[in-house]
């Protein structure tokens, strides 16, 4: 992970934080400190999301509201990222991490919940974080971003869950639990492919490296 700082003394704080430029970024940089943030809330949301037991009271939809606050901000540190040459190792490793760990912990807890099949949230996140794991065990020879499409498996997750959370079908009738299936069903199917998808390019990039050397 070459954006780490080779001198101790220099700290994580080394680098641009906020400024656009060409310069190194530093780790601390703020698009990494959003993804920060965005870890920290899950336990928050998952704690508000199991307090409600499933009476979807008022503290069921302030837990939808954080998820949905907290999974946008994904597109904030990939706007700040890429839009002030804030990119570093560490946050192409941490941005998919925060998003594994607040999707998955809203699959467990709606599994808790009874609200959700638990093989649903077992496919999940033995594709997630099965590629997680793939993903650190691969890092000294090649680091993969994300896809788009598994950007757009994360869009999908996340509509997925909020109707969940949101549970539509209260207030509008079965054809919005239908739609929400449906929903859910996409993103399985995406999350299933890019998994497949994640490892043909990580055999390719293998390859090619190999084929360099």
Known sequence: MTDLPQNPRE?????????????????????????VARILLAPLFIWMLLADGGDYGVVRYLAAA??????????VDGRLARGRNLITDLGIILDPIADKILIGGALVALSILGELPWWVTV???????GITIF???VLSTVVIPASRGGKLKTVVQAVAI?????APWIFLGPWAGWVSWIVMGVAIALTLYTGVEYLWQAWRHRNTAAARS
């Open 11 to 35: 700290g994580f704080f080394a680098g641009r934080i906020l400024r656009s430029g060409d310069g190194p970024a530093s780790v601390a940089n703020i698009a990494n400190i959003v993804t």
């Open 162 to 166: 909020a109707l969940f959370l949101v």
């Open 135 to 137: 993903r650190f065990a």
């Open 66 to 75: 954080l998820f949905v606050f907290a999974i946008v901000t994904d597109t």
């Open 123 to 129: 496919a999940v996140l033995v594709r997630e974080f």
